[in-house]
């Protein structure tokens, strides 16, 4: 037991899903994704949040495990997403004395997922409302739109732990050997990033508590450097680069516009030791390049011509870009064109929608294939990227 063990009296009681390609259906898992779910053992028991289906017999396996024959008084629902809510069902009919906790909007989506019974056992909660277990006291927190509308968190002061539901949380199992930020970033971006102002006004909220300790819906438990997570989840949410560097993302259909982007790539490594990063829109993992772009400070747009637009891949990219609130940055547009060049003027008008964009003044413009001529333009398109 003792590896579940978060506190004395606070137990882990989540799962590591390995067999999942793809989560959300979208997102690239490699190394899988945990499902988190916790215990607080006091006068009376409850228990944070379920897991997803896919889990759940090995989740209530734990909850019993732990129990140790007791029967938990409250379940805290925070966040209504099926990976965190998909066994409520379940539990409330193994354990039909348990009350349920949620916000009203909590209670209002609820018989969209479910088709149960829940009159008399609802316990409804708002901000700063607390429940006493005993020694332990949560109180709650609501953070709507981060990122579903009945979003809350939970605070215990006794043993100053924050469940900051999907907050802080990132893919990959729990055993997975791999550094915390890419994985933590890429999920942000890609699935809580739209809602950069919402996370400001948790994160201020979260500055008046005394927190040892986050766990968090997805990824391991948090216990030393906050500092250095909270700093992150800040820099992401207010939409400022987090390093200089240059990220290159490029569109090509056979090949010619891939080769004026790794020259121009050569061209910046030569003039600076900022890094450089070069993606292959129609083969890279489309949020991993999403969540790089919003990491470095400089992107560059390489782009074939297509149908009187843009490749298609670029599109999809920018459109991600746009809808993640991507702001704040210089990019660099490179296009090639066979007869009539269309693509800078396609990625310029999706940019333009955009806050806070610095457009080099240098477009390079290519026709068919990049020849000797055009290197004088890729430098100087370099130069502009450089120059601060």
Known sequence: MKDKKITDSIYYVGADDKTIDLFESQYVVPNGVSYNSYVILDEKIAVMDTVDPRAGEEWLAQIEEVLAGRTPGYLVISHLEP??????????????????????????????????????RCVTVKEGDTLSLGSHTLTFVMAPMVHWPEVMVAYESSEKVLFSADGFGKFGALDAKEAWVDEARRYYINIVGKY??????????????????????????????????????????????????????????????????????????????????????????????????????????????????????????????????????????????????SAARTMRGILEEMK???????????????????????AALAEELLSE
């Open 356 to 378: 806070g964009i610095t457009l080099c003044e240098k477009v390079v413009s290519i026709r068919s294939t990049l020849k000797e001529s055009d290197e004088a333009e890729l």
């Open 83 to 120: 990976d965190h809510a998909g066994n409520i069902q379940k539990i409330a009919e193994k354990y039909p004395d348990m009350q349920l906790v949620g916000n009203p909007k909590t209670f209002a989506m609820l018989p969209q997922f479910f088709d149960m019974d829940v009159s008399g």
């Open 196 to 341: 950069g102002a919402q996370v400001q006004a948790l994160l201020k909220k979260a500055a008046a508590l005394d927190i040892a300790v986050i766990c968090p819906l997805h990824g391991p438990v948090l216990r030393e450097n906050l500092g250095y997570y909270l700093e992150k989840y800040n820099t992401w949410s207010s939409y400022e680069p987090e390093e200089k560097g240059i990220v290159i993302a490029y569109a090509s259909i056979h090949g010619n516009t891939a080769k004026a982007a790794r020259k121009l790539a050569s061209m910046l490594e030569e003039r600076t030791d900022l890094p450089v990063k070069v993606y292959d829109l129609a083969r890279a993992d489309m949020p991993t390049v999403v969540a790089e772009a919003f990491r470095y400070d400089r992107l560059v747009l390489a782009a074939a011509s297509y149908d009187g637009g843009v490749f298609p891949c670029m599109e999809d990219f920018l459109h991600h870009l746009k809808a993640k609130t991507y702001r704040n940055r210089k990019a660099g547009l490179l296009e090639n064109g066979t007869w009539a060049p």
